[in-house]
């Protein structure tokens, strides 16, 4: 006999053997009174007395199997299924983009924007009056000095902004002066860096001198000032 049906041998005769003892137990607690059965209860448990009265209950779960192992397992259609179901976390993080270089806000155009924001140089002008007229009530020393700080800071911005039209009108009448000569079949003439530093020069004391003499008396002096600081910066040569 092999070793195989040697051993499922030895199990049946154990499963039979477990079998006749249990129903000879079944047949002495049968013969006991129910005082004694109760008794017995205790000091067994429930769950031991009622195996060993009625015999293990063995609970057969249903499997579920799969005619191929690739397929996905079935779920049972009893189960029920849940109110909440989850349809994936939607991300609430905030994103801080820079709009000089987010591709998404488009190309910075100077024009453009000189056009849309051309009502600040008027607010410039309000502002302006208001600060010096500002300055000139208040008694406060340290508030005179941030009035004539601001004052100052204003003026540079107003200057800057005029020279850069300037410079705009003038590169705008070169373009089309460009277009001109050549249309007329002539060979245009490129200005210089210092013809046209010369030209808006010229431009600038156009507007100095229709503002009033004072007002150009003023820019030569605040000119020679700064030509006198410069000769002063340069190192001396000796000879």
């Known amino acids: ?3 195989i049906d040697e051993s499922y041998f030895l199990n049946s005769e154990n ?3 477990s079998e ?12 006991l ?3 004694e059965l109760q008794k017995l209860k205790e000091k067994m448990g429930l769950k031991l007395f009622n195996e060993a009265l009625f015999g293990k209950k063995t609970i057969e779960r249903n499997k579920f199997k799969r005619e191929n192992k690739n397929r996905p397992r079935e779920v049972s259609s009893k189960k029920p299924v849940s109110m909440i179901r989850d349809v994936g976390t939607v991300s609430k993080k905030t994103e801080f983009r820079d709009p000089r270089f987010d591709p998404l806000c488009g190309t910075f155009d100077k024009k453009e924007f000189q056009e849309n924001y051309s009502f600040l140089s008027d607010q410039k002008k309000k502002d302006l009056k208001k600060v010096m007229k500002e300055m000139k009530e208040t008694d406060d020393p340290e508030r005179k000095l941030q009035c004539r700080r601001l004052i100052q800071r204003l003026k540079d911005q107003m200057r800057s902004e005029k020279r850069n039209k300037t410079d705009k009108e003038l590169n705008e009448k070169h373009k089309q002066d460009y ?3 050549l249309q007329k079949g002539i060979q245009p003439h490129f200005a210089t860096k210092s013809e046209r530093r010369i030209e808006t020069l010229v431009k600038q004391y156009e507007e100095l001198k ?3 003499i004072p007002r150009i008396q003023r820019h ?3 000119r020679q000032q700064k030509l006198k600081k410069k000769s002063h910066r340069l190192p001396a040569v000796n000879n």
């Open 220 to 222: 030569l002096k605040r």
């Open 20 to 31: 006749s003892e249990s129903i000879e137990i079944r047949k002495e607690l049968s013969a």
């Open 15 to 17: 499963e039979c053997d």
């Open 210 to 212: 229709s503002e009033g």
């Open 179 to 181: 277009e001109d000569t």
């Open 33 to 35: 009174s129910s005082d």
């Open 1 to 3: 006999m092999s070793d």
